[in-house]
């Protein structure tokens, strides 16, 4: 799982075997989780996301869980392949008190620390 | 084809050198960001803005600047002041509109490497 240490936390696994990434959040008042995936030399893409009501949410090989009693989310995924092997990042939106002029708030996201994930062949 | 660039990917500067980093978005998005990524680490807000000419600090804005005179730019200089200015630079966009309110689409960072 993810940690304030200076190191990221890293997980090695068997192609096809399923991996479990965690993460601890920071705000009970946080309403939006998303988890990223960054790939080296590249900006974070967008995997999978879960708003506060919910507790599951299941997209393609991937899901993600929230419980939010020990703030704690986790990303689920199902048959591993190389291709998976990335940083992984979760965020959380912490909603800004500050809108623009049309009342919009956009928050701002918090992100972790990240996990490395190696897939082996 | 709608996307965030950022240019170049690849950045190198002298110290006491002020530079500028370009981000160019074509999402209609309102929201823009600027991250900074550090080896081993998460991503740290430096800037955003959620409208035009509007733009507020993030936890590390020390030693930046930032402009939004133009919804579909962002731009992000980094001064002299700036201690340790070598790292990563991301930038993003966020759209209220749709059912992922607050994702944030990255650019393909630079990289800025200050010697």
């Known amino acids: 799982g993810e940690s304030v240490g200076l190191h990221l936390p890293t997980l090695s696994v068997q192609e096809g075997d399923n991996s479990i990434i965690n993460c601890a959040y920071s705000?009970?008042?946080?309403?939006?989780f998303i988890w990223y995936k960054q790939e080296s030399g590249k900006g974070p893409q967008f995997i999978i996301d879960?708003?506060?009501?919910?507790d599951k949410r299941q997209g393609q090989r991937v899901t993600v869980l929230l419980n939010k009693t020990v703030k704690h989310l986790s990303l689920q995924i199902a048959a591993t392949q190389p291709g998976d092997s990335a940083v992984y990042f979760c965020a959380e939106n912490i909603r800004s008190s500050r809108s623009n002029a049309g009342g919009t708030s956009y928050g701002k996201l918090t992100f972790g620390q990240g996990t490395i994930l190696t897939v082996h062949p | 084809d709608g996307g965030i660039t950022q240019s170049p990917k690849y950045l190198f500067r002298k110290e006491g050198q002020n530079v500028t980093l370009s981000c160019e978005q074509n999402l209609n998005h309102d929201a823009m960001y600027w991250y900074r990524q550090d080896p081993g680490q998460g991503l740290r807000l430096i800037y955003y803005s959620q409208i035009v000419n509007d733009f507020q600090k993030g936890d590390i804005a020390e030693g930046y600047s930032v402009s939004r005179e133009k919804k579909e730019s962002f731009p992000l200089t980094v001064t002299s002041a700036q201690k340790n200015p070598t790292a990563f630079y991301l930038c993003?966009?966020?759209?209220?509109?749709?059912?992922?309110?607050?994702?944030?689409?990255f650019g393909p960072g630079t990289r800025l490497t200050v010697t």
């Open positions: 993003a966009s966020s759209t209220r509109s749709g059912g992922r309110s607050y994702e944030q689409y």
């Open positions: 705000n009970s008042a946080s309403d939006y």
């Open positions: 879960i708003r506060s009501n919910m």
